[in-house]
């Protein structure tokens, strides 16, 4: 742990769980809160599959993000009961949750994530998307009827998007914090590998320009990770469950596959500060998402 001297008096640090059915902006909101694309975001729910910490560090705290994957309710296989214990286990681990719900809207998927959510903890409520409505006083009678189902500690409106009320809602975080030296050094902001960053790239490039005719049980696997120097050397592959989702990302003559593998690379690059070589292949993997052998095989456990 670090406990250097410049560490002030009262730092706080601690971990904050992000929680909500699919879909609500749970990435888009930590991205946002911590000032750097970690967790990927797409239009097609369930697209966060792992536990991603995102850290912010300012003078007198340390934010430790842990974003878990969409609750998810429509399928039931073994890939879904795992996402599911994933959940539970973060939450009642953080020092306090941020429960977000789409402004305006609240379904049965958003009830089952509320039965979830453990008493011990606090929890702030979120609403999102709240650029969305144009009416602001229609968002007090929506506010009180989510806060009738569960003991929140807050409740803090907020655009993701367009950044509005982020500021506030950080400042109510950090009230939850608890004393503690940083964890993490300031400049960090994730604790997962560049192998596991370069993964959720592809998958969220794959998700993005492949759209909702892909099953979300598709996965990236990174076969090879090397560098030399400046250089990293990347071999991907992603697995698809039949031959038609093969040629779904293939494309015209390639043409998708090779946008899949440019976006990827200049990604990579960004967030790696320096040149990637990247090879993109597909493998048709018929039933892994129902195969729980598999999937520890694969890494989800
Ligand atoms: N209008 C509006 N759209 C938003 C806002 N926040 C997120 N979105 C959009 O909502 C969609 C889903 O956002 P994500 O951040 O991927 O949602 P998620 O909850 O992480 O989704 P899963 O990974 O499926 O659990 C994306 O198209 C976002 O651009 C917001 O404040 N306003």
């Known amino acids: 742990m670090n406990t250097s001297s410049s560490t002030p008096e009262n730092f706080r640090c601690g971990y904050i769980a992000i929680v909500g059915r699919p879909n609500v902006g749970k990435s888009t909101l930590m991205n946002v809160?911590?000032?750097?694309?970690?967790?990927?975001?797409?239009?097609?729910?369930?697209?966060?599959?792992?536990?991603?910490?995102?850290?912010?560090?300012?003078?007198?705290?340390?934010?430790?993000?842990?974003?878990?994957p969409g609750f998810q309710t429509r399928h039931s296989n073994a890939l879904n009961k795992t996402l599911n214990?994933?959940?539970t286990n973060t939450l009642i681990s953080a020092d306090v949750i941020l429960y977000l719900v789409e402004a305006g809207t609240f379904g049965p998927a958003d009830q089952q994530v509320v039965d979830l959510l453990p008493?011990?903890?606090?929890?702030?409520?979120?609403?999102?998307?709240?650029?969305?409505?144009?009416?602001?006083?229609?968002?007090?009678?929506?506010?009180?009827?989510?806060?009738?189902?569960?003991?929140?500690?807050?409740?803090?409106?907020?655009?993701?998007?367009?950044?509005?009320?982020v500021d506030a809602l950080q400042a109510e975080i950090k009230k939850?914090?608890?004393?503690?030296?940083?964890?993490?050094?300031?400049?960090?902001?994730?604790?997962?590998?560049?192998?596991f960053l370069a993964a959720e790239?592809?998958?969220?490039?794959?998700?993005?320009?492949?759209g909702d005719e892909l099953p979300y049980t598709s996965t990236v696997l990174i076969e090879q990770?090397?560098?030399?120097?400046?250089?990293?050397?990347?071999?991907?592959?992603?697995?698809?469950?039949?031959?038609?989702?093969?040629?779904?990302?293939?494309?015209?003559?390639g043409a998708r596959l090779k946008e899949i593998s440019t976006q990827s690379r200049l990604d990579m690059e960004k967030l790696f500060?320096?040149?990637?070589?990247?090879?993109?292949?597909?493998?048709?993997?018929?039933?892994?998402?129902?195969?729980?052998?598999?999937?520890?095989?694969?890494?989800?456990?």
């Open 225 to 253: 990770f090397e560098q030399e120097g400046d250089l990293r050397r990347i071999f991907a592959a992603v697995l698809v469950e039949r031959d038609t989702h093969k040629s779904m990302l293939i494309g015209n003559k």
């Open 119 to 165: 008493k011990e903890v606090p929890v702030i409520l979120v609403i999102n998307k709240s650029d969305r409505v144009k009416d602001k006083a229609a968002l007090m009678p929506f506010a009180q009827e989510i806060a009738a189902k569960h003991n929140f500690t807050a409740i803090v409106p907020v655009s993701a998007k367009l950044r509005f009320q």
């Open 33 to 68: 809160l911590i000032g750097a694309k970690v967790s990927i975001t797409s239009r097609k729910a369930q697209t966060t599959r792992h536990r991603i910490t995102g850290i912010q560090t300012v003078d007198d705290a340390q934010f430790i993000y842990v974003d878990t």
């Open 176 to 195: 939850y914090l608890p004393e503690n030296a940083p964890i993490f050094g300031p400049d960090d902001i994730t604790d997962r590998s560049e192998k």
């Open 273 to 301: 500060g320096g040149p990637v070589y990247l090879e993109i292949w597909i493998k048709v993997k018929s039933g892994w998402a129902d195969n729980e052998a598999g999937l520890r095989a694969y890494g989800y456990e």
């Open 85 to 87: 214990k994933t959940v």
């Open 201 to 210: 790239i592809v998958r969220e490039k794959v998700f993005r320009l492949v």
